[in-house]
């Protein structure tokens, strides 16, 4: 009987094989169900809907720009084999990704307003002051600066800080009281292996980036920045305003230098398009040019113009007449400059008695209104004219005396000319009498 069972049971499972493998090959030609198939032929049906693809993420793409394009070098010594004109200021930009788009915006700046200067950058992608184990700035500090030409070093440090920093007592989360105190320590560390090469020294703050939360980190670390860069005697550069909107949002897209509204981020939300970091770096330029123009020896602007500048007479020559220039100094537009006293041309003294200024001028009504402040009088009968009651016009109105005037005084009176008066023919009546 037991022989029997597993006899029949093997045949039935080889029978389910054979089927099953007939189905699978039919399964194209298989007219079952046929209502429940895809209509156009695609191979799915109704439970066997494939996934949708997810549409590709929109990148960005620069736009071809005209504006001249600067040369950022690896060190002083590739700069004065690479460049025509000696360099006279070598400027350090120390950091991360964000500190090359920095350098590289200085040099778009500089390539034409500024030839003298050269832009060297010691840069090293994903690195900052917490993971000393990837990159220890402090260590490599000194060696970065040995061989190098540097009259100015800009530092933009700590987007990639946002972690646990360990050190020989643990780890230590961030934005806890002791993360604080060693970040600080590490910052100014750091400056101060900086401040060995005896030039001024630049720390730009981290602006804002697409993920509030992140923003409110990098907030946090520019307070750091901020405290232990004027600590050390160093300067820092605000750059956050410059790149929100006027609630203190993010601005991916805004006013450029150039005037016009231009993309400044990246796709990612915190790194920089061309113009983004051509914006960027305006904030460490501007100081930058006022620490060159302060060097002692340094032309004055019309000297950096190109213009000819009068010379002293010589022993025995007689002075030139005073001849007008041909422009005259160049005056920046933000720079705010005030007369003497701030007092407005014509205003009194003060503890003077006020006096009445008389202008040149004959016409009562124009006295009348600038100098007196008085409006003019309507005109009688003029549209313009709203007093109350309606004012007669001198021509309808009589003198007084005129109608008790002697039969004497009417007969020497002068006879007046007739005046014109316009004849009103009055309207026939164009209806006829019955016949």
Do not use: C
């Amino acid at each position: 009987m037991q022989r029997r069972f597993f006899i029949l049971l093997l045949a039935a499972l080889s029978l389910a094989s054979v089927f099953a493998s007939g189905a699978q090959a039919q399964r194209r030609d298989d007219d079952r169900f046929f209502f429940l198939r895809d209509p156009f032929g695609r191979g799915r049906s109704l439970f066997n809907f494939p996934e949708r693809p997810s549409p590709p993420k929109p990148v960005y793409v620069e736009p071809p720009s005209d504006e001249p394009s600067g040369s950022v070098y690896t060190s002083s010594a590739d700069a004065d084999q690479q460049r025509f004109l000696d360099a006279s200021e070598y400027v350090v930009v120390m950091g991360d990704t964000m500190a090359e788009q920095l350098s590289q915006g200085l040099a778009d700046g500089f390539v034409t307003e500024r030839p003298e200067v050269a832009i060297v950058k010691k840069t090293k992608a994903s690195t900052g002051f917490v993971r000393a184990d990837v990159y220890d700035w402090t260590a490599q500090a000194s060696a970065l600066l040995a061989k190098d030409k540097a009259t100015a070093i800009l530092v933009l440090l700590g987007v990639n800080d946002r972690q646990v920093l360990r050190d020989s007592d643990g780890a230590h989360e961030f934005r806890s009281e002791r993360w604080r105190e060693l970040y600080g320590k590490r910052v100014e560390d750091f400056l101060n292996k900086l401040k060995e090469k005896n030039v001024p020294i630049f720390v730009v703050g981290l602006p804002p980036v697409r993920s509030p939360k992140m923003s409110l980190d990098m907030a946090y670390i520019n307070e750091i920045l901020s405290e232990r860069t004027r600590k050390v005697g160093g300067y820092y550069i605000d750059v956050w305003d410059g790149f929100v909107a006027e609630n203190g949002d993010f601005m991916a897209t805004g006013p450029a230098l150039d005037g016009q509204t231009r993309r400044l981020r990246a796709s990612d939300g915190v790194h920089f398009t061309k113009a983004g970091q051509r914006k960027l770096a305006h904030y460490a330029e501007r100081e930058l040019v006022r620490l060159f123009d302060s060097r002692p020896g340094r032309s004055s602007p019309d000297v950096m113009s190109g213009q000819p500048q009068p010379q002293p007479p010589q022993a025995g020559e007689s002075a030139a007449p005073n001849v007008k220039p041909i422009a005259g100094p160049v005056i920046p537009l933000s720079q705010v400059t005030s007369a003497g006293g701030g007092v407005l041309l014509g205003a009194s003294k003060a503890g003077s008695p006020a006096t009445k200024v008389n202008l040149p001028t004959t016409d009562p009504n124009l006295t009348r209104t600038l100098v007196e402040g008085r409006p003019v009088e309507p005109v009688a009968g003029r549209a313009d004219d709203f007093r109350w009651p309606p004012q007669q016009r001198q021509a309808d109105t009589k003198p007084e005396g005129a109608e008790n005037a002697s039969p004497s005084q009417e007969g020497s009176a002068q006879p007046q000319p007739d005046t014109l008066r316009p004849v009103i023919a009055e309207p026939q009546n164009t209806k006829r009498a019955p016949r």
